[in-house]
C-alpha cells in the first residue's frame, strides 16, 4: 500500500491545519503497516518546481539578495512568505527557470527553506511522527516530458503548447472538467508535479491513499481517475482545516502567531512529559476534531485531551499485555472494505468511559 500525504509548502510556520493532517497520515500509515506493506511517500523534491515555492525563492534573492536564514524562526520566514504573495507580482517564467534547473538536475534546495525543513524534522521528532525524508532528495520517476507524453498516450492528457496553449489533464470521459496542469510557458503546478511522481510510482502498489485538504477535493477527484487506470485501487481521505476563531484562512495570509506548532509544544511541553503530549495531541487533532471542518481550534480541549492521554497512558502501563496477536486482531476491526486503517475510528477507540484499557504495544507503535 501507498499513502501519499498532500506535501506542505516549506515556506511558513506548521498550523494546526497542517498538524492535523500530518496526525491522521501518521495513523493510517504506522497502524496499517502491522497488516500490510505500506510505503509513505513524502517528497518535497517533486514539489519544489512548482511556481508557488519558486516565485517564492526568486523574491527573497531579488528582495534580500543573500540574507542569512540559518537562525531564522518558521514564523520570521513565514512573515517573508506572506510578504511574497502580498506582492501581487507573478515572476516571469524566464527569472524561475534558473531555480528550476538547480532543482531538477541539482537537488538544490534554497536555504529559506532548508531551515524550515530543519525545524520541521526536529518537530516530527518531539510528536513522534514518521519522518518520509523532509530534507532528502527524492526525485519524481519522471520527467515534465515524460510525464506529458505518457498521460497524452494514456488519453488523459490534451497538450496544445504547439497552439500557444497549455496542458491539461482530460477526464471529460468521466463527467469531470478539464484541468490545466502546465501553463503555455511551461510552469508545471501542483498536480504534473504529482502526476510525474505517482504515474510510475503507483503501479507497484494494490492500494494508493490520498490524503488532502478538503478544498483540493475536485483535483484529487482527477488523480484518483487518473492513477486507478494504472492499476491501483484508490482511496481519497479528505481532511478539513481547523478554523481559528471561527475562520478558515490560509497561511500566506498569516493570522498564524500563538498557534504553531513550535508555539504549541512550547506551552504544552512545560506541564506535561512528551508521551502525553503525542498521545494527547492525536486524541485532539484526529477524534475530537474529526474529519471535518465545524470546529474551531480550542486550546482547553486540547489540554483536556492531554490529561486522558495521562490517565490512558496510567492504564495502560499497569494492564496486562493483550498479546500481539490480539492487537492486530483490534487494529482489523478498523479497515471496512479498505486496506488502510481508518484513524478517526481507531483513535475514537480509546475513549469512552468503559473502555477497556488500552493496549501497551497499540500505543507505543502507533500512537507514541
Known sequence: MLVAPITITPSKP?????LKGLFWSD????ATAHLADVTYRYSHTTYHPTEQTLGFWEYLDRTHGDADYSALTEEEIGELYVGYRAEGRRPAAAALRPYAEAVE????????????????????????????GLREHQPPGLALEEMIERLVASGMGLDQRDLGGPVYLDATRYGLPLRQIVSPDGR????????????????????????????????????????????????RVPIGRVPIDGQILSARHGGWHGHTVAALLRSLSADHEPDVC??????YFIATLGPGAQQSFRHDLLRQCLTRAERLLDRAATAPAAGHDAMLTALGRHRREHTYIDPYRLTSSLLGKRRPA???????TVFL
Open 358 to 364: 488500552p493496549d501497551r504495544e497499540l500505543l507505543s
Open 105 to 132: 538536475n541539482g537537488g538544490w534546495t534554497h536555504p529559506a527553506a532548508e531551515r524550515v525543513l530543519g525545524l520541521w524534522a526536529g518537530h516530527y521528532g518531539r510528536l513522534g511522527l514518521h519522518d518520509p
Open 14 to 18: 506548521l498550523t494546526p491545519s497542517h
Open 188 to 235: 508545471p503546478n501542483y498536480l504534473a508535479c504529482a502526476l510525474r511522481e505517482l504515474l510510475p510510482l503507483a503501479p507497484r502498489y494494490d492500494e494508493v491513499v490520498f490524503v488532502y485538504d478538503n478544498e483540493l477535493d475536485p483535483d484529487y477527484q482527477l488523480l484518483e481517475r487518473v492513477v486507478a487506470r494504472t492499476g491501483p485501487a484508490v482511496r
Open 278 to 283: 503525542r498521545l494527547g495531541m492525536r486524541l
Open 27 to 30: 495513523v493510517i500509515y504506522r
